[in-house]
């Protein structure tokens, strides 16, 4: 019997260690990554020259494209762009004579371009809705859509110069913002 108990023992080693292992049927690894962003812009023509008109006439042109690009990639991506202009006067070492911004009239017209997804709503998308610049007004909006996106719009201009304006080169501001 002696000699059948070390022989035993070794049975039982053996089998503990050939026994199968459990098999484990899945396991999991956590994955994580960023979406990025950046911001809320606006671009815009640095200058433009609409030309000269006589007093009592009338200057029409069109500004250049106005780019809103929104890379925020928000849930819910919308924004407003207004616009504003200030007094236009004359730089010529005199006193300035001023064309104030009651006779400067704005209209976005259409989107020339869009990309995203949305709605993009001009803000006067024809002359006959176009506006004075005596205060701010909405140029161009975004009501609904997520994600990253952009509008691209021409906005024209309609200056009505004063019969008693005085000749010379006029210099004013039109500011575009969005929000």
Same mark, same amino acid.
């Given at each position: 019997?002696?000699?059948?108990?070390?022989?035993?023992?070794?049975?039982?080693?053996?089998?503990?260690?050939?026994?199968?292992?459990?098999? !484990?049927?899945?396991?999991?690894?956590?994955?994580?990554?960023? *979406?990025?962003?950046?911001?809320?812009?606006?671009?815009?023509?640095?200058?433009?020259?609409?030309?000269?008109?006589?007093?009592?006439?009338?200057?029409?042109? !069109?500004?250049?494209?106005?780019?809103?690009?929104? !890379?925020?990639?928000?849930?819910?991506?919308?924004? *407003?762009? #207004?616009? *504003?202009?200030?007094?236009?006067?004359?730089?010529?070492?005199?006193?300035?004579?001023?064309?104030?911004? !009651?006779?400067? @009239?704005?209209?976005?017209?259409?989107?020339?371009?869009?990309?995203?997804?949305?709605?993009?709503?001009?803000? #006067?998308?024809?002359?006959?809705?176009?506006?004075?610049?005596? @205060?701010?007004?909405?140029?161009?909006?975004?009501?609904?859509?997520?994600?990253?996106?952009?509008?691209?719009?021409?906005?024209?201009?309609?200056?009505?110069?004063?019969?008693?304006?005085?000749?010379?080169?006029?210099?004013?501001?039109?500011?575009?913002?969005?929000?």
């Amino acid at each position: 019997m002696k000699k059948l108990l070390p022989v035993l023992g070794v049975a039982a080693v053996t089998l503990a260690v050939a026994s199968p292992a459990a098999a !484990q049927p899945s396991a999991d690894t956590i994955v994580t990554f960023t *979406v990025a962003t950046a911001n809320l812009t606006i671009e815009v023509p640095a200058s433009v020259n609409l030309g000269s008109a006589f007093p009592g006439g009338r200057l029409v042109g !069109q500004m250049g494209v106005v780019t809103v690009r929104d !890379q925020r990639a928000a849930a819910t991506a919308t924004w *407003v762009a #207004q616009v *504003v202009a200030s007094d236009f006067r004359t730089d010529d070492g005199e006193p300035s004579e001023i064309i104030p911004p !009651q006779l400067v @009239e704005y209209w976005s017209g259409p989107a020339v371009a869009t990309t995203g997804t949305g709605v993009f709503v001009p803000g #006067q998308p024809t002359r006959d809705e176009r506006v004075t610049l005596s @205060e701010p007004r909405v140029a161009f909006s975004k009501t609904s859509g997520s994600g990253n996106n952009t509008a691209s719009w021409n906005p024209t201009l309609e200056i009505t110069i004063p019969p008693g304006a005085v000749g010379g080169l006029y210099v004013g501001t039109v500011t575009h913002s969005v929000s």
